[in-house]
């Protein structure tokens, strides 16, 4: 079973910086795509930023120029680097894990991880 876990959530003031993470565990052949959706109390969870196995990226428009995502496939591990946050960044974010295979014979499923508090606040 793949697990995915978070880590780097916290409470920022508005302007500043926060790094997210995120480490996927167990029986792992490939991952195809990985990113970060987030939530904010009474929205829809959003994407914010996804990024393939082959390094193709795609940003929301709200947060193009500011977050940056990248990734390690040796360490099956997504980064989110977010800068000059906004208080309409305040969210759950949650990482996400698609077309995961754990074997080269396996179908392919989707993973979620537990989600992190991100607080944008003075």
């Known amino acids: 079973q793949v697990q995915l876990a978070e880590s780097g959530g916290g409470l920022v003031q508005p302007g500043g910086s926060l790094g997210l993470s995120c480490a996927a565990s167990g029986r792992i052949f490939s991952i195809n795509d990985m990113g970060w959706y987030r939530q904010a109390p009474g929205k829809q969870r959003e994407l914010v930023a996804s990024i393939t196995s082959a390094g193709y990226i795609n940003y929301a428009d709200s947060v193009k120029g500011r977050f940056t995502i990248s990734r390690d496939n040796d360490k099956n591990t997504v980064y989110l680097q977010m800068n000059n946050l906004r208080p309409e960044d305040t969210a759950v974010y949650y990482c996400?894990?698609?077309?995961?295979?754990?074997?080269?014979?396996?179908?392919?499923?989707?993973?979620w991880g537990q989600g992190t508090l991100v607080t944008v606040s003075s």
């Open positions: 996400n894990a698609d077309r995961v295979r754990d074997s080269i014979w396996s179908g392919s499923r989707e993973v």
